[in-house]
């Protein structure tokens, strides 16, 4: 997403299993290189991460 992703919008390079699709291309951008899952992050399953997600998402849409 040349632009940028807005908050709140599925990434264009999701595959339909949610897994990266450029995951180790040089053309993935370098704030999704950046960030790196911990306990505290990924939780006890998938809700909880989705969840994490959208709080950072929503504490940078201003950025």
Known sequence: MPAGKPAGVRCVQLTADNRC???GDPRR???CASLQPEPAMCGSDRAH????LATLEAATAAC
């Open 21 to 23: 699709a450029i995951f």
């Open 29 to 31: 951008p370098p704030v």
């Open 49 to 52: 991460a989705l969840r994490w």
